[in-house]
């Protein structure tokens, strides 16, 4: 038995240093994927001005009496556009996976990245042609995420499967961070150049995928996902999640839609929002991506390890109310930060810590809450209320803000965040685990 345990710990090391490798490729990829998303968020209200022939006129500038309020609108629909064409399609891209491999899918979505964000690029003079190059890159980049997570399932034990998926959830962060600003800096030398540097780095991306990342799947692990495929795609991902709602999980589901849902609506309309305070295009372009950077800053170091020695003193269900509360305050008084470094300072930075603790919270408790054979569904189905939340929110708050003022979405996110902040501690017991009420069963 000594034995036995001698040679397992002198094989492990090499495994799990294979493991890292092929992890630590993964991430490298998806945060290059993501600063390719994220690149262009602050240059959108330019973009839609441009396409709507009326850059550089009264009509573009907020606070005008001629303002012309679709380009807030436009500015959030063109983020759903592309968040919801991923809701739509990261599981059928997950599916094909399952047959022909994880790497050709992830190449194939990066291919498709090169091709519509150059797209969006050439796309200054034309609303038409910059919705549907975003609608078409949504439909493409939705592999990379949705395959990356299943290449770390193939790879990793059980037992480091939440380090894995830690690891992507901090390329999302870095690429946050790293996107925004360049394209902040690039847009301010040429709106279309930081879509033609995404596009050279989702090239880049693929071809360091194609040479460095391995396959995950064998080719009899692919057949045998071709017996069941029919039938597991058959499932309406809608219909699948109106039933999750009422199970023993629903009341978290629709926390972290809401959650979820009050930072997208922020996201859809704060370009156009910190427009209103410059009067030269560049300079709010510039701002405006380093603001989103400074966002994902505060997202990265306490999802990166902040996170856990809190944990370590509160629960989750301690840590859920503090961050819609600090969520729910940072909205309320967004309006009263009269100058971007107030903004930055004040409610920016509770809504972003608020953000960065319940995201994680949330999820914990939903696999702590998930029997360990089902984990992997309720985890997906969780990402998949989180997704659709990212999909609707932007067009919301950016209607809202076209509609009825720009301080309007944070007032409405800041009252959604404080009705759940109510409704959670109403239904608190639903947020604790079994074993944390000592109701848990007995050991064996």
């Known amino acids: 038995m000594k034995q036995s345990s001698r040679e397992s710990k002198s094989e492990s090391p090499p495994e799990f240093r294979e493991m890292h490798m092929k992890l630590g490729w993964l991430t490298l990829a998806c945060a290059i994927n993501l600063i390719g998303f994220s690149i262009v968020i602050p240059l959108l209200p330019e973009y839609i001005a441009r396409g709507l022939h009326e850059f550089g006129t009264a009509a573009a500038r907020p606070g005008s009496p001629t303002f012309d309020h679709r380009i807030v609108s436009y500015n959030g629909y063109l983020l759903s556009s592309y968040a919801i064409m991923q809701f739509l399609f990261a599981p059928l891209w997950g599916k094909l996976s399952d047959r022909v491999g994880r790497k050709p899918i992830i190449i194939a979505s990066l291919l498709g990245d090169v091709v519509f ?88 991306n693929a071809y360091f995928v194609y040479k460095k990342l391995p396959e995950s799947r064998t080719a009899d692990d692919r057949k045998a996902s071709q017996t069941t495929y029919e039938t597991e795609a058959g499932i309406g991902r809608i219909a699948t999640m109106a039933k999750a709602l009422g199970g023993p999980l629903g009341f978290i589901f629709v926390l972290t839609f809401l959650v979820t849902f009050a930072v997208a609506s922020m996201e ?11 009067q030269s295009d560049k300079q709010a372009t510039r701002v405006s991506g380093y603001s989103f950077a400074y966002i994902g800053v505060i997202l990265t170091l306490i999802q990166g390890g902040a ?35 107030l903004l930055l ?82 239904q608190s017991r639903k947020l604790i685990p079994q074993e944390e009420t000592g109701l848990a069963a007995p050991p064996e």
Not at 268 to 278: K, L, N, Q, W
Request: proline residues 5%; hydrophobic residues 55%.
């Open 117 to 204: 964000y150059t797209l969006f690029g050439l796309a200054k003079n034309s609303i038409e042609l910059q919705f549907a190059a975003r609608l078409l890159a949504g439909i493409f980049s939705s592999g990379v995420l949705s395959v990356a997570q299943a290449y770390i399932a193939d790879i990793t034990p059980p037992e480091h499967r939440a380090v894995g998926l830690g690891m992507i959830g901090a390329a999302f962060g870095i690429g946050f961070v790293i996107g925004p600003a360049i394209g902040g800096l690039l847009g301010t030398v040429d709106i279309g150049l930081p879509l033609y540097v995404a596009a050279a780095i989702a090239l880049f």
């Open 268 to 278: 859809g309309s704060f370009t156009p929002y910190i427009r209103h305070f410059y």
């Open 307 to 341: 996170i856990r020695p809190l944990r370590k003193r509160f629960t989750e269900q301690h840590l859920i109310f503090a961050g819609i509360a600090l969520m729910a305050l940072g909205f309320w008084i967004f309006a009263q930060a009269h100058t971007v470094a």
């Open 345 to 426: 300072a004040g409610p920016l930075l509770a809504i972003s810590i608020g953000s960065a603790i319940n995201t994680p919270s949330l999820r914990a408790l939903v696999s702590r809450l998930s029997s360990a054979d089902v984990q992997g569904a309720t985890l997906g189905m969780a990402a998949s209320f989180d997704s659709l939340a990212r999909g609707i929110g932007p067009a919301f708050g950016s209607w809202l803000a076209g509609s009825h003022g720009l301080n309007s979405p944070y007032y409405v996110s800041g009252a959604i965040m404080s009705l759940a902040l109510f409704w959670a501690i109403g």
